[in-house]
């Protein structure tokens, strides 16, 4: 992405003294403050995403935005109606890019905002984004106490979220959270309550439009696949993005079988220190017949379809 200048934060929305405190209880049990007595359920759920002003995609037409973000995940799909959907951030390190290319594309509204676990790599531009867009409702996974991050950048998300006047709807795996236009979007996972490993908390969210489906896997791992599988959900997707950065934890074999993707992305960064993807992701995919599109090889990768087809197109990297 190209480099932008910074925005002036939004001013804060006023809001009643009740509203306030209702919202940083609620930010306060998600840092995991039992004493507060509260519980996921006390949490007040969003209500359904309200329509947007956001610039509009040709008619009977859907998009999606997988940004060249470095080493992390940020996704915009842009509705047939308008209507706005972000799942994740990048980190800190490029909110300020991501921010003015969501404003290029017309995304001053964000419908949906979807952060799929709490590692900075996925949250980190996130309350940026809140900041400075108008973002209408949050989906976040739940997370056991015994694991809620103590992170700054998770707290700053929390503090964005209360300071907005927002609320929080946990991700529930068979809901819809979005159904409009022939786009539905419905959650798949997580499908547990306690794993020991943040990246399989992964909010899993599969998108139909006509005949064409995305799957947005976050960092969910084989644990997570192996818990969709058996539950028995329907899985294929036109488009795959790749759990964990294409890591070898990621796509095993028979979760890559149910899916049988035409496209795949990864996104990742350049040289990263993780060895990402990996080798053994790859292989499988070339043997599966999988077309690959890669963040750090091609730049920000679209996708778009009117239901039968999906045009895949890269922006490329710059000065290549």
Not at 141 to 166: F, H
Not at 266 to 284: E, F, M, Q, R, W
Not at 304 to 314: F, Y
């Amino acid at each position: 992405m190209a480099k932008g200048r910074r925005y002036a934060p939004r001013r804060r929305k006023k809001q009643p003294l009740w509203i306030s405190a209702v919202v940083l209880l609620a930010a306060a049990v998600l840092a995991g403050a039992r004493q507060l007595g509260f519980s996921w359920e006390d949490l007040p759920v969003g209500g359904s995403p309200a329509s947007s002003a956001a610039q509009a995609m040709p008619e009977g037409t859907l998009e999606v935005v997988y940004f060249d973000v470095g080493q992390a995940d940020s996704e915009l799909i842009r509705l047939p109606g308008g209507q706005n959907i972000l799942i994740d951030a990048g980190t800190s390190a490029t909110q300020d890019e991501l921010v003015e290319e969501l404003r290029s594309l017309g995304a001053e509204t964000l419908d949906l905002v979807v952060a799929t676990h709490p590692h900075a790599d996925h949250i980190g531009g996130m309350a940026e984004v809140i900041e400075q867009l108008d973002v209408r409702k949050v989906v976040m996974p739940r997370v056991a106490e015994s694991e809620t991050p103590t992170t700054k950048t998770y707290e700053n998300l929390l503090q964005s979220i209360a300071d907005e006047g927002l609320s929080i709807t946990p991700a529930e795996p068979g809901t819809e959270l979005w159904n409009e236009n022939g786009a539905v979007l419905t959650v798949l996972g997580p499908n547990g309550s306690e794993y020991g490993n943040l990246n399989n908390y992964s909010v899993v969210l599969r998108l139909t439009f006509g005949e064409d489906s995305f799957l947005f896997t976050g960092d969910a791992e084989t644990e997570c696949e192996e818990e969709m599988l058996a539950k028995g959900y329907d899985l294929s997707a036109t488009v795959l993005k790749c759990g964990h950065h294409g890591s070898e934890t990621s796509t095993s074999q028979a979760f890559l079988d149910a899916v049988s993707p035409q496209y795949a992305v990864i996104s990742c960064g350049v040289d990263n220190d993780y060895g990402h993807p990996d080798a053994v992701t790859l292989d499988k995919l070339s043997t599966a017949g999988v077309e690959v599109f890669r963040t750090d090889l091609q730049g920000t990768i679209t996708a778009v379809t009117s239901g039968s087809g999906v045009t895949m197109t890269a922006q490329g990297k710059q000065g290549t």
